[in-house]
């Protein structure tokens, strides 16, 4: 298991916990704060927990090394979690919405005031945990993580529509009773457009989608500062849970020997492995130079 997988494994633990302990609280004080908005917002946070640990057990299984049946390994597994955890992010959005609607056409009470203390406090923690997820999964370039990431975000944001809405029917009044009933149908639409952004990026690691500018130009240019290397052609990278595997083509003088040609390619493989420890594996093509266009 690299550092990256075990990093990443770590932020899970910490995102399962957080969730958790959220969770208990929202549901205490949406309860005993007749706010149905809190009680959404813990809806949400549960089916954190269990996205959470469904994140954990991809990156743990995405991580097991190749074997006969899987060559390349099992990363592909990270992008499918990717989808189970933006399917939960749908069905919350759609309880949120449901019961929200139903909250709005029924008469209740003016949730609490010191239900927006809680609120606060609960923006504030779960901004923290986007940021310290979302940096770990762009250092670990987890597909699953940035979605656990997301999960925080949107949680912040259902919290931040509550805390509105809440204050808008303590301020305003009678009348305005299930103003925090507006807000949580708000944030599960928020919560609906965040799955898909989540999605996007995971279908295209699935079907191998062209998203690596930045590392092909890298490969080329460590590859065409190896000695005997003319020129790179085709580099096609692919991602596989949180490592990449690379297909590039070089050009050698066409005069050499296969071996001294094999040997190149051998020293072009060294240098991007050592230079770029999260590509795990590269499939290189030797052509003559007299032969390119």
Known sequence: MNLNTREAIKTSYLSIAGNLLLAIIKALTGIFGNSYALIADAIESTTDVFSST???LGLKYSSKPPDENHPYGHGKAEPLITFL????LVVSATVIAFESVKHIRTPHQTPEPFTLIVLAVIIIIKEYFYRVVS??????KS?????DAWHHRSDAITSLMAFIGISIAIVMGEGYENADDWAALFAAGF????????????LGEV????MYDDMISDIRKISEAVPGVVETEKCYVRKTGMTFLVDL???VDAEISVKEGH?????????????LPEIVDVLIHVEPDDELG
């Open 85 to 88: 955890v933006v399917g939960f």
């Open 207 to 210: 079907m191998d989608e062209h």
């Open 263 to 275: 040997e190149i390619a051998h020293l072009v493989k060294s240098q991007i492995l050592e230079t």
């Open 135 to 140: 940096k770990k999964s762009k250092e670990t």
């Open 249 to 251: 083509h070089i050009a």
């Open 191 to 202: 919560i609906l457009y965040n799955a898909y952004l989540i999605l996007r990026p995971a």
């Open 54 to 56: 469904l994140v954990l």
């Open 143 to 147: 597909s699953s993580l940035k979605a």
